[in-house]
C-alpha cells in the first residue's frame, strides 16, 4: 500500500517538474509596437522648408509582450525607417531628422522581424511594425510674397517690441511671431527697416552687411540668411 501511494506522489511531482519546465521554455512574444510620439509635426507656414532642415526628435518604441505581459523600451532593438527621405531620415537609435527638402507627410517605422525570448527562444518569428507620422508644414510666404531662391529670415531680441518689413516687399512681419522668413531670388539686395513699437527704441541690427547701429540694414541674400533685430 506505502509502495502504491509511493509511486503516486512520485508521478505527481514529475508532472509538477515537466509543467514548470514547460512554462519556463514558453518564448516571450512581442505583438505590438507604439511609437511615440504618435505625430511630430516641424515648422510653420512662414518659415521655408529647407530653413527646417536639421530639426530633430528623439523617437521611442514601446513593445507590447505576452508570456508574461508586458511593455518595455525596444527603441535600440527595432528596424527604424522613413517612407519618404526628402522629407526625414530616422537613424538606427530613433533620431527623426527633417531633411529640408520637402514638406508634407511621411509615414515612420519601427520593425521588429524576429521575436525571441530573453534566452534566446525562438517565438512566432512574425513581423511585427509600429508607425507614426512625421509633418513638415509647407510655406506659404504669409505676411509676403517671396519667391523661389535663398531664404532670408529674421528672429527677435531684447525686451522691447517692434515691427520689420523688407525693400522689396516681402518680408514683413511684427516681433510678437518670434521668427519669421520669406524666399528672394538669388543676388537681391534687400533692405530691412525695424520700427519700434510703444515705448520700445531700436537697438541693433546682427547678420546685415551694414553696421549693427544702421537701421535699415542691407544684404545681398547669397544663400540662407537669418538676421536678428533687437528692440529694447
Known amino acids: 500500500m506505502n509502495g502504491k501511494w509511493l509511486g503516486v506522489v512520485v508521478l505527481m511531482v514529475a508532472a509538477v517538474g515537466l509543467g514548470s519546465l514547460s512554462s519556463c521554455g514558453r518564448s516571450q512574444e512581442l505583438v505590438s509596437i507604439t511609437i511615440q510620439p504618435a505625430v511630430e509635426t516641424i515648422g510653420d507656414a512662414n518659415t521655408p522648408v529647407n530653413f527646417d532642415a536639421g530639426a530633430q526628435v528623439q523617437l521611442r518604441a ?18 527604424w525607417a522613413s517612407n519618404d527621405t526628402q522629407m526625414f531620415g530616422v537613424s538606427s537609435a ?8 520637402a514638406c508634407g507627410g511621411t509615414l515612420i517605422s519601427a520593425t521588429v522581424t524576429t521575436n525571441k525570448s530573453p534566452g534566446g527562444i525562438s517565438s512566432s518569428g512574425a513581423v511585427v511594425t509600429g508607425y507614426m507620422t512625421a509633418n513638415v508644414v509647407c ?15 529674421v528672429t527677435f531680441a531684447g525686451l ?33 527697416t525695424a520700427t519700434p513699437t510703444g515705448s520700445s527704441v531700436f537697438g541693433g541690427w546682427t547678420g546685415c552687411s551694414t553696421a549693427n547701429n544702421v537701421n535699415p540694414c542691407m544684404i545681398t541674400l547669397e544663400s540662407n540668411t537669418f538676421l536678428t533685430v533687437t528692440f529694447n
Open 139 to 153: 510655406f506659404t510666404g504669409t505676411g509676403g510674397g517671396g519667391g523661389l531662391g535663398p531664404a532670408l529670415g
Open 160 to 192: 522691447g517690441a517692434g515691427n520689420v518689413s523688407s525693400s522689396p516687399t516681402g518680408l514683413s512681419c511684427a516681433s510678437s511671431a518670434g521668427v519669421c522668413a520669406t524666399q528672394f531670388p538669388v543676388g537681391t539686395v534687400v533692405t530691412m
Open 62 to 79: 514601446l513593445g507590447t509582450y505576452i508570456h508574461p505581459p508586458v511593455t518595455k523600451d525596444i527603441t535600440n532593438e527595432v528596424t
Open 94 to 101: 530613433g533620431v527623426l531628422t527633417a531633411t529640408g527638402n
